[in-house]
Each structure stands twice: as C-alpha cells, then as structure tokens.
C-alpha cells in the first residue's frame, strides 16, 4: 500500500518510537515525583522542550509549553488572547481556528475572516483592512494544510503590528514545523506545533510563546507546564517526539529539495484534461492538491485504495463535510469543488510510489468517467 496522506497523520517513526519506548515500559515514572527516577524523567523533558524549542526560536524570547495536540495549543492561545474587541483570522484556517474563531461570537468577541487568494494563501489587503484599534489577536495559518499554500507569517506579523502594536498574533505552524526552513520573529506571539505530522506519536502537541505574552491556562489541576497546563506529562509522547524532530530537522532541506521534485513529476504524470492543479508551485512541497472536472473526490478515493494508493480528499478533520469551506473560499469552479484530491507526502516517499499513484489516478478518473457515461 502507498501511503500519501501524511498531512492528516504520518507513520511513527520506528527509530523515535524505540529511543522513548524506555519511557512507557522501564522509565514511567512521573515527572512531578521528587525521588531519583521522577528527577530524571523530569531532566529529559527539559531537554526536550529546549530542543524543539530550538529549532525554530531563540530561547532568550520564546518559550515551549507541551499539549496533547495542535488544536489544543490552537485553543488555548485564542481562548487567551481573544477576550474583548475584536480577532481577525483568515477563512483557509483548520478547523481548529477556525471554529474557535466561530466560538468566540458566544463570547463577546467579533471574529473577522479574511479572504484567501486562488491557491490559499490569505488576501494581505484584506486581512490588514480587518484590523482595527479593537483587535486583540490576528491567527494566520503557516501552511494552508488542504492546498499546501505558505503564508509569510513574519511579513504579516510585522504589518498588524505596525497598524496595532497591542494585537497579539498567533500562527499554525502544524504543517511547517520540520517541514520548512523558518525561525520565529518577534513579532509572532504564539505558534502552535504537533507531534504527529512529523513521525511522532499522536496526542503531543506544543505551543510555542513570547515570553511576557499573556496566557491563561484552560487546565487546572497540579500546576504542570508552568501551571499553564496541567496534568501528568505525557513522557512517552514528549520523547518521542523530540526524537521524531531530530530525524526530520537534520534532513529538512534535502528532503524539502528531493519532494519538491516528486511533487512535481506527480503533477506532471497526471492528465490535464482531467485534473486541475489547486497547490502552489511555491507551496509546500510535501502538498499536492489537486481537482477532477465533474468528478467525486470520494468515489476517486475509493477506488485509488483499490489501486494500492491512499490519499486525502481534503482535511481529515473536516472530511464529513462534502464540500471543503477552504477550496470554496479559494474560488474553486463548481465543476470541480467535488473532486478534490490531496496527495501529501513524507520522507519515506519515494520517486516510484509518486509515478505509481499518478498512473492509478488516471486510472481511478477514466473508470469513473466511464462509469458516468453508462448510468
């Protein structure tokens, strides 16, 4: 079976998974106990924190605290932030900003969308207009995980800065963290990070924060994380993913260059009277999303994992949904807003896996077509 929706989950990485597994069967004492194994365990999530915190901010002005995923790093950030006036966002976010975003009507707040540009990236214009001397956060997404589309989150901190120097800003970097090559500025308050998308466990997450920034926790209990979150570590998840993140930052920028060119050959293999690209050529190369003229992404789904191939129509957190809200809001024609495919990739993709499921879904589309002549 060839795997290409990693932007929904990866494979653990077994090296990761082998060098925190001491953690979960031997090792599995609790962080906060004051005896010689809970003061070691404790050592080895400090070095964790510093190390992903490392890798793309200066510790001197940033500080990591560990979650249970990336929605919840989302969360907590806006639900912190986002107390009064206004928060503008932009309407190709993940569901776990944008749905809080939503939220926040309930709770006195207005929240103000910005529109997206053809390939997903945010309307600068647009956004900037949204922004007011009632703002109090402004949250861009990194990477447009449906399209792949990368926001320059730094260029865009510093100009809703200069409009409100008192808006915090938040980006999801869930889909850029050990994929791109980026360090945080001080103009970025908050960026949110998960464990799994990069050959990690699932259920670690972390958010990253300027220092002095507000942030009031949304779990209370025995004062974890700083009392910012509380709860027993999660050890086993934590080590993992710091071994993932090793793995995957040593060789960002060749696997960054070497999937670009898969992605590439992919597009080029797939026939263009039927597909129409929807990803960026400047976007993320681990993202193709690409759609089939008056055809079902569903059905094309289906009938790739009959070929051996499993991709994504989408993102898997909104896949109850037929239609996606953020190739809409990219201005998608109806004759193709039903076709969505998302082909994401990994370290582990190979040259011949990329020609293999171009060919299965010209394959998939000609026997759909086919399909739909007869009925």
């Not at 050592?43 to 992903?52: I, K, N, P, S, V």
């Not at 605290?65 to 919840?72: P, V």
């Not at 960026?191 to 972390?206: D, E, F, L, N, Q």
């Amino acid at each position: 079976m060839i795997y290409l929706d990693n932007a929904a989950t990866t494979r653990p990485d077994k090296d990761a998974v082998e060098a925190a597994l001491p953690y979960l069967q031997d090792k599995y004492f609790n962080p906060s106990a004051l005896y010689g194994g809970g003061v070691l365990v404790q050592g080895e999530l400090r070095r964790a924190r510093e190390f992903l915190l490392s890798q793309v901010a200066d510790k001197t002005r940033f500080e990591l605290y560990f979650t249970s995923c990336g929605s919840e790093a989302d969360n907590t950030a806006i639900f912190s932030a986002a107390r009064r006036g206004n928060a503008v966002t932009t309407a190709g976010e993940h569901a776990a900003v944008f749905q809080s975003f939503t939220e926040l009507k309930q709770r006195n707040v207005e929240p103000r969308f910005a529109p997206l540009r053809s390939d997903g990236r945010v309307d600068t214009e647009a956004l900037f207009s949204l922004v007011d001397d009632k703002t109090t956060l402004v949250s861009v997404v990194h990477v447009n995980n449906e399209t792949g589309a990368v926001n320059d989150i730094a260029s865009i901190a510093k100009a809703v800065k200069s409009k409100n120097p008192r808006c915090l800003f938040l980006s999801d970097g869930v889909q850029a963290f050990g994929k791109l090559p980026f360090r945080l500025t001080p103009d970025i308050d908050f960026y949110a990070v998960s464990a799994h998308k990069i050959g990690g466990a699932k259920g670690t997450g972390a958010l990253i924060r300027r220092k002095g920034v507000p942030l009031s926790p949304h779990i209370f209990g025995g004062g974890q994380e700083g009392g910012m979150r509380s709860g027993t570590e999660n050890v086993f998840g934590i080590l993992c993913f710091e071994a993932a993140a090793k793995k995957k930052f040593s060789t960002l920028e060749g696997d960054y260059a070497r999937l670009k060119e898969y992605r590439e050959q992919l597009f080029s293999a797939l026939e263009k009277d039927i597909f129409m690209r929807i990803s960026p050529e400047d976007g993320t190369p681990y993202i193709l999303t690409v759609a089939a003229k008056n055809l079902r992404g569903e059905i094309l789904q289906r009938l790739l994992e009959e070929r051996g191939v499993l991709v994504g129509t989408g993102s898997a957190c909104s896949s109850k949904h037929p239609i996606s809200r953020v190739i809409t809001a990219c201005g998608v024609g109806k004759e193709y807003l039903n076709g969505v495919l998302r082909f994401s990739f990994s370290p582990a993709t190979t040259q011949e896996e990329v020609q293999t499921a171009a060919q299965a879904a010209n394959s998939a589309a000609h026997e759909l077509i086919a399909r739909t002549a007869r009925s």
